[in-house]
């Protein structure tokens, strides 16, 4: 059994910061590239950022390079999502993902809003 648990999300102010975590229960994350995804109303879900599981190479969408970090602690098998100056524009829910032998595993997600 694979399980995901995203935590960290809520409402901030535009310029505002938070970190989303997803924690891996059951398995090890370390063993597998992590991914985070956002889903707004009414649109598709995308990709965000991922994370590789053996040199930590990271890779983010155009929308949020230079304003989110992935990053991992293999010790607390939790991936974390630092989001800073955050836009009215990344309101989302935010799941993460692992595709773990072809197939694919998500977490139930985390609002994200941003608003004044």
């Known amino acids: 059994q694979v399980t995901l648990v995203e935590s960290g999300g809520g409402l901030v102010q535009p310029g505002g910061s938070l970190r989303l975590s997803c924690k891996g229960l059951d398995f090890p994350m370390g063993d597998y590239a992590i991914g985070w995804f956002r889903q707004a109303p009414g649109k598709e879900r995308e990709g965000v950022s991922c994370i590789s599981e053996k040199d930590g190479r990271t890779y983010y969408a155009d929308s949020v390079k230079g304003r989110f970090t992935i990053s991992r602690d293999n010790g607390k098998n939790t991936v974390y999502l630092q989001m800073n100056s955050l836009k009215p524009e990344d309101t989302a829910v935010y799941y993460c993902?692992?595709?773990?032998?072809?197939?694919?595993?998500w977490g139930q997600g985390t609002q994200v809003t941003v608003s004044s």
């Open positions: 993902y692992a595709n773990i032998y072809s197939l694919g595993y």
